[in-house]
């Protein structure tokens, strides 16, 4: 089996396969070849109320080989009303709290709560994130800059980048996702402008060419050259640039969700090899 250019990572979102236990998901994406995880804070927090410890889930994604890279946590960090920008924070402690327990390099910070927000001031949006960033460095760790495609505020890379550029935080880095980018913008073509100084994750999918872009939603994403996204020229370009991150595959397919975990699991890495064929 041939070295891939990139290591591959399954958000816990593709496997959502009849409620499949966050156990049988760690199982099957060490199985099918993955070497990173990244889990939902939600599914940590229904672990702990089990009676589990996060310190026995690092255990578990250990022996099974699996570097937990990055959680998915949903908190405020950027909204107007300082109220619910302070509760915002005050989540994202314990969420940097419990990466920092993990071994977890990053957490994710998306635009949360900020779907309608058009004309926002994205210097603002700057400092916040650097405010973000100094809280997340007392844990060390990362907050990924996310940007989602369906949102007015932080719906584009071009708007991520702004950010990140004016924040004047070296270690800050991008959460990039090549669905969300098609969404915000309707072309992959920014990603050449990505690298290791900027980008810490990218959230590999595809998507079809119908329905149009205006009308698709996440739940139209489909396994990596399924659909119609350049995406071994992203990968190609991100390789030329000298990034060595993870690619991580996200889904939220219901028509996947309804196999076992495992049939999907490997036919996400048959799929990611197969367009990393070729890139070097």
């Known amino acids: 089996m041939s070295k891939l250019p990139f290591a591959l990572c399954m958000n816990t979102s593709t496997l959502r396969c009849h409620n499949?236990?966050?156990?049988?998901?760690?199982?099957?994406?060490?199985?099918?070849?993955?070497?990173?995880?990244?889990?939902?804070?939600?599914?940590?927090?229904?672990?702990?109320?089990?009676?589990?410890?996060?310190?026995q889930f690092r255990a578990l994604c250990h022996d099974s080989g699996l570097q937990i890279v990055n959680l998915i946590g949903f908190f405020e960090w950027a909204a107007e009303d300082p109220k619910r920008r302070q509760a915002?924070?005050?989540?994202?402690?314990?969420?940097?709290?419990?990466?920092?327990?993990?071994?977890?390099p990053y957490v994710a910070a998306p635009p949360f709560g900020m779907t309608t927000a058009a004309g926002?001031?994205?210097?603002?949006?700057?400092?916040?994130?650097?405010?973000?960033?100094?809280?997340?460095?007392?844990?060390?760790v990362v907050p990924l800059l996310e940007y989602w495609g369906h949102s007015q505020a932080l719906?584009?890379?071009?708007?991520?980048?702004?950010?990140?550029?004016?924040?004047?935080?070296?270690?800050?880095?991008?959460?990039?996702?090549?669905?969300?980018?098609?969404?915000?913008?309707?072309?992959?073509?920014?990603?050449?402008l990505l690298g290791p100084r900027s980008l810490g994750l990218l959230h590999i999918n595809d998507y079809p060419a119908t329905p149009p872009r205006q009308d698709i939603t996440d739940a139209a994403r489909v396994y990596p050259g399924d659909g119609v996204a350049p995406l071994r020229q992203v990968l190609q370009d991100l390789a030329a640039a000298g990034w060595e991150g993870m690619l991580s595959l996200e889904l939220f397919n219901e028509a996947y969700w309804q196999q076992d975990p495992g049939t999907v699991a490997r036919t996400g890495m048959e799929k990611l090899r197969a367009v990393l064929e070729g890139v070097v």
Not at 173 to 188: N, Q
Request: proline residues 2%; glycine residues 12%; charged residues 20%.
């Open 20 to 55: 499949a236990g966050i156990e049988e998901i760690v199982a099957a994406t060490a199985g099918a070849g993955f070497t990173g995880i990244e889990p939902w804070v939600r599914e940590l927090d229904a672990w702990c109320a089990s009676g589990k410890t996060l310190a």
């Open 88 to 104: 915002g924070f005050e989540e994202a402690r314990r969420n940097f709290a419990q990466a920092q327990e993990l071994g977890c």
């Open 120 to 140: 926002a001031d994205l210097l603002a949006f700057a400092e916040r994130y650097a405010a973000l960033v100094d809280l997340g460095a007392q844990f060390g």
């Open 155 to 192: 719906g584009r890379l071009g708007e991520a980048l702004l950010v990140l550029a004016e924040c004047d935080r070296p270690q800050a880095r991008l959460l990039a996702d090549t669905f969300h980018t098609y969404k915000g913008s309707g072309t992959l073509s920014g990603f050449r």
